[in-house]
């Protein structure tokens, strides 16, 4: 089994901004493993300005801002990196096996970064009852299926979470041209960083 010197699971910004440290700190065997097609992960849905005011002091898009990382990776040598790299088990000896179209994969880490996100909780996780779930999305979910998929979740919508996120859902949608029927939060004025869920009307 190949050993490399630093192992990076996940291409998002975390993943970019830690190959392009490494790299410029000298580290020269570095394989970034990605599950999806393309770099910058969450990044890539969020079409919305507000990105790169701190780290470039200019106002990008998601996919503008992890473009000016992807493009600083591909100038850096000693970094390999593998799209469509789905990394399914690690041990102790920080040995991977990653699955790849046709094919699976193994390499052995030196130092490895998990960088790997975050995952959405569930309607049920974040404590909303009742039974009949369909139709009801968390925020980056829907926000993948319009800006990702060109899938429209709804035309009525009700926003829970009065957030950033749940605001720039509500106008992502009305932007599609659905009818946002109104933020629903146990504040009473808009907070930052609420969790929040897009649930298209009818429920
Ligand atoms: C709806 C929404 C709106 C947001 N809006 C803003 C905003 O306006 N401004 C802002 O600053 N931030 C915003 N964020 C937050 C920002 O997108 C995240 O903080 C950032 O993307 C986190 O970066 P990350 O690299 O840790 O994770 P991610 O971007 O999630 O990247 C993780 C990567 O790891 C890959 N991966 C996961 N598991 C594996 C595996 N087993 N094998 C291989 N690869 C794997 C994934 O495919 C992904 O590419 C928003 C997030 C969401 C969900």
Redesign the pocket.
């Known amino acids: 089994m190949r050993e490399r010197e630093l192992v990076i699971?996940?291409?998002?910004?975390?993943?970019l901004a830690a190959a392009v440290s490494a790299a410029e700190n000298g580290v020269k065997d570095i394989l970034l493993?990605?599950?999806?097609q393309y770099l910058?992960?969450?990044?890539n849905q969020?079409i919305?300005t507000?990105?790169g005011l701190h780290h470039f002091k200019e106002e990008l898009t998601?996919p503008e801002y992890a473009e000016r990382f992807i493009r600083q990776i591909m100038g850096l040598k000693g970094v390999e990196v593998s799209l469509k790299?789905?990394?399914?088990s690690l041990n102790r000896n920080k040995e991977l096996a990653?699955l790849k179209p046709g094919a699976s994969e193994s390499v052995k880490a030196r130092a490895l970064i998990m960088?790997?996100?975050?995952r959405e909780r569930t309607r049920e996780m974040v404590h909303i009852a009742g039974t009949r779930p369909s139709g009801i999305y968390p925020?980056?979910l829907a926000?993948k299926m319009i800006n990702i998929e060109g899938w429209l979740p709804g035309r009525g919508v009700v926003i829970i979470g009065s957030g950033?996120?749940g605001l720039?859902m509500a106008r992502r949608f009305t932007l599609e041209g659905a009818r946002v029927g109104g933020h629903r939060d146990t504040k009473r004025k808009p907070r930052p960083g609420a969790q929040c869920g897009a649930m298209p009307g009818g429920f």
Do not use: K, M, N
């Not at 910058?40 to 990044?43: E, H, M, P, T």
């Not at 960088?115 to 975050?118: D, E, I, Q």
């Open positions: 699971v996940g291409g998002g910004p975390a993943g493993l990605e599950r999806d910058g992960g969450i990044l969020c919305h507000g990105f998601g790299s789905f990394v399914v990653y960088a790997t996100g975050c925020a980056g926000q950033d996120i720039i």
